[in-house]
């Protein structure tokens, strides 16, 4: 009879592949391992450059690093919560006392670099790129239809830098409509890659990645026009032997260099 | 394409299958069989997850699962870590986000089964459990297939509800659909591709499967 | 008085349905429950097996309790040794006639249960069936299954509810003889709710009268059919009255049967039935004809000396119905009032009832 042949095998692949599945992926680390892995958390400014110096890391000592980019208001948040992360490269220091005030840190941290703004358009957009915004003032002006891509302000170091720059600028109010908010400076950056918005206020690094590069042309924006980004890191509390190692390789002059080759201004310098 | 995100993906709908559909199963045969006071009450429940957005989920469950919650407190006095931003924290996001896709369709299934027939079941002998087994299981059959499709390639897709209370720890609770999101941001199509291309063949593979089985339960009659 | 070995029904219920009765089904006969859609037929059936718990019950059968409120005690539906027969027989979909039959012998042992499903596989001659699935089965084979599945049980009672109404007019007598037959052949206490008086005048030999969820009347067929004392009946039905008969003897020559009924003897046309056999008659009122003198030279086989015990008004103005005592029954006939007038019809005048044989309905 056909039916019961073709009910086995539907039950066999109901329960099946999930099993498999289950079976198939690595269970949670032990304890001997987590010592020698970093948890991350990291400003979505840092996501190329980090990338680079984590590789070169790797080969040098052997750990594993798991990073995860996003805002940095967001993590202070999750590790507000609990999330368990060793290490917090933030974009901006506030997040860091913040952190450090509760009593979630190991010291106060250190800064590791100084982010700078840009201004960055895509090829083919109507607005070429100036450090005082003259072609988007003008285009605000006329009243044309003009899309500019900032990273969130009320969690995201760039995003707060963008809209300070702006309103030093006088175009605040114009911009206000036309405005479009990713929810990290990366996202910002990618809405401008994909040629969905007509200009983004992005971090100097990231314009520099050859995703971006390859796509559209910056200039970069006053330092006087916005609080500057001075980008402090911090060791969480339990934080793991991978994750001090790499909080120290991070200050050497190796992970220096490559910060500077992305347009970083290193402390100190 | 990232396997550690796609194996914790499988892993995640495997986990909330084998714990949801018992419970499920009890809740929709009460809520199919049963005349009790409260049952629309609890259906209404039942479907909420369907129509409220994610991030409201989301939210509730952040409040719920916190540090600062019962819940929360006992799981890290228990384990030494934080149920947030865990697997275990996905796990009960996921149970309380699907149970409409569980429940409702093994609901229907057993609510179709007319009502003379499990009379007759007693009336052959059977106590309520073995009429259970024999008689009401296998005519809700497809539908309790339809329930397990559906929860397991939406667990696959869920988004919103996983990042606010997992956050997107690799390994842990970077999930498929969070790996997608986060390889567009990163400018890695390739990869962004590849698993999008995945995910949308499971979906496809999970309609048919459930079409098919919804004309099983037509031909039965 | 009530047969300890029969089934005592007694129950009381507000809502939704409305209950207030009390009746007895004899050990080993059919007893019919009459009445219109709604009266609480199939209710009263269901609360009986158990499937229906009422405010009030008390439920006794083969001297065992299965349910009684005063005292709390209550025996579930699956644990009630009963056999019921559904209206649209609620055969299993996904189980073919074999496993059905397997499924209700649960209470056999596990070895005996093969043996047992081939000899009711066997007895309702569903061998060939036997691997099908209901949804391949014609009306009248489910029927037969779904009997053949209450039976498995070797159950103690047998409920029927309307289970002729879904077949086919020509088929009803075929399977009514069968459930007869069945009957008596395994002596079964059955209690059968229909809305067709065919039924209980081919089948019972006990009848229950419910109306809006009450006993309107209670007793054997032949006392209340010869009384036309059916409440609700009389609208749609011709006055009849429904006896059981014996075959005393066959006349192949004839082509005449001999029944002995109620005390009178009748000459029928032969009934398939051998000798001694029961056969279930009914004569209907309209088919009397009553005489002061014997007559002569008349086509008729049947002449009865009958006492006028009742004159009755009937459905028309101008029609009587007269209630005979017969032998030791009671016929009726239907006679226009100016007959009564002519034969100075009155209570204790003797009379001839004289019966045609073709008049007689017989059903063996």
Redesign the interface.
């Known amino acids: 009879m056909r039916a019961p042949v073709s009910r086995k095998l539907l039950a066999i692949a109901l329960l099946g592949v999930p099993a498999l599945a289950a079976a198939a992926t690595p269970v949670k680390t032990g304890t001997a391992e987590a010592s020698a892995t970093a948890l991350v958390a990291a400003a979505s400014d840092l996501r190329f450059a980090l990338d680079e110096v984590i590789a070169q890391f790797r080969r040098d000592t052997g750990a594993t690093v798991q990073v995860t980019y996003g805002s940095s208001g967001n993590f202070a948040r999750q590790i507000e919560q609990g999330a368990p992360f060793d290490l917090f490269l933030s974009a901006d220091e506030t997040y860091v006392e913040q952190l450090a005030q509760r009593g979630l840190t190991a010291d106060r941290g250190a800064i590791y670099a100084i982010g700078h703004i840009v201004i960055y358009v895509p090829t083919g957009s109507p607005l070429t790129p100036d450090p005082q915004l003259h072609a988007l003032a003008v285009r605000l002006a006329e009243g044309g239809l003009v899309r500019i891509a900032i990273a969130n302000p009320a969690h995201a170091p760039y995003g707060r830098a963008a809209g300070q720059t702006l309103r030093n600028l006088g175009l605040w109010e114009a911009v206000q409509p036309r405005l479009v908010i990713g929810e990290n400076v990366a996202q910002a950056a990618q809405f401008a890659s994909s040629g969905n918005v007509d200009g983004a206020i992005i971090a100097h690094s990231l314009a520099l990645a050859p995703a971006l590069r390859e796509r559209g042309s910056f200039a970069l924006l006053p330092e006087s026009l916005h609080e500057p980004l001075r980008q402090r890191m911090v060791l969480l509390s339990r934080a793991s032997p991978a994750a001090v190692r790499l909080y120290g390789y991070l200050q050497s002059p190796s992970a220096r260099a490559i910060l500077a080759r992305y347009g970083f201004t290193l402390p100190g310098n | 394409m990232d396997w550690t995100a796609l194996g914790l993906s499988l892993r995640l709908g495997a986990v909330t299958l084998l714990l949801l559909m018992p419970f499920a199963f009890v809740l929709a045969r009460a809520l199919a069989f049963g005349r009790w006071r409260g049952r629309g009450v609890v259906q209404a429940l039942v479907a909420l997850p369907l129509i409220l957005p994610p991030t409201v989920l989301g939210y509730y469950l952040l409040v719920a699962l916190g540090r600062a919650s019962p819940l929360g407190a006992l799981f890290e006095s228990t384990f030494g870590r934080p149920l947030v931003f865990s697997f275990e924290a996905l796990v009960i996001a996921s149970l309380v986000v699907n149970l409409p896709f569980a429940v409702q369709p093994m609901q229907n299934a057993l609510a179709a089964i007319p009502g003379n027939l499990r009379d007759a079941a007693r009336c052959c002998g059977l106590s309520p459990a073995a009429a259970m087994r024999r008689v009401e299981l296998p005519l809700a059959l497809p539908g309790i297939g339809t329930a397990a499709v559906l929860t397991f390639a939406h667990t696959l897709g869920e988004f919103g509800v996983v990042l606010m209370v997992g956050g997107a720890i690799p390994g842990e609770t970077r999930t498929v659909a969070i790996a997608i999101y986060d390889s567009v941001q990163s400018f890695d199509e390739p990869a962004a591709a590849s698993m999008a291309l995945a995910l949308l063949v499971i979906a496809v593979l999970a309609l048919l499967l459930t079409n098919a089985l919804a004309r099983r339960a037509w031909r039965r009659d | 008085m009530p047969d300890r070995q029969g089934l005592h029904v007694r129950l009381r219920h507000a809502a939704p349905f409305a209950l207030d009765l009390e009746f007895d089904a004899p050990a080993g006969t059919i007893t019919a429950l009459f009445g219109a859609s709604g009266s609480g037929k199939t209710t009263v059936l269901?609360a009986v097996?158990?499937?229906h718990p009422t405010r009030e019950a008390l439920v006794t059968c083969s001297g065992r309790t299965w349910a009684d409120t005063a005292t709390g005690q209550w025996l579930?539906?699956?644990?009630r040794p009963?056999?019921?027969v559904?209206q649209?027989y609620?055969?299993?979909?996904?189980l073919t006639v074999r496993e059905q039959l397997a499924?209700?012998l649960?209470?056999r042992r596990p070895r005996e249960r093969s043996s047992r499903v081939a000899e009711l596989l066997a007895a309702a001659r569903l061998e060939d069936l036997a691997d099908r699935r209901p949804?391949t089965l014609s009306g009248g084979q489910q029927q037969r299954v779904a009997i053949a599945?209450?039976l498995?049980?070797e159950p103690a009672l047998l409920l029927l509810d309307e289970p002729f109404a879904a077949v086919d007019w020509a088929l009803r007598d075929a399977l009514r003889r069968e459930l007869v037959d069945l009957q008596r052949r395994l002596s079964l206490t059955v209690l059968l709710v229909t809305h067709d008086f065919e039924d209980v005048a081919k089948l019972a030999s006990q009848l229950v009268v419910l109306e809006r969820g009450s006993v309107a009347t209670a007793g054997s067929v032949a006392t209340i059919t010869s009384r036309n004392a059916v409440p609700g009946l009389d609208r749609w039905r011709e006055p009849a009255v429904a006896l059981d008969a014996t075959v005393i003897a066959q006349d192949t020559d004839r082509q005449l049967s001999l029944l002995a009924a109620g005390g009178m003897e009748l000459e029928v046309p032969s009934v398939a039935a051998p000798v001694g056999g029961l056969v279930r008659i009914q004569l209907a009122a309209r088919e009397v004809v009553l005489a002061s003198a014997r007559p002569e030279g008349l086509s008729l086989h049947n002449v009865l000396e009958a006492r006028v015990a009742a004159v009755e008004p009937a459905s028309h103005e101008a029609l009587r119905l007269v209630h005979l005592d017969v032998a030791s029954t009671r016929l009726l006939s239907l006679v226009t009032a100016d007959a009564v007038r002519r034969l100075a019809l009155a209570p204790g005048v003797p009379v001839l009832a004289l019966v045609k044989a073709v008049a007689v309905e017989a059903f063996a």
């Open positions: 269901r097996a158990g499937l579930a539906a699956h644990r009963v056999g019921f559904f649209d609620a055969l299993f979909p996904h499924l209700a649960g209470h949804a599945r209450a498995a049980r």
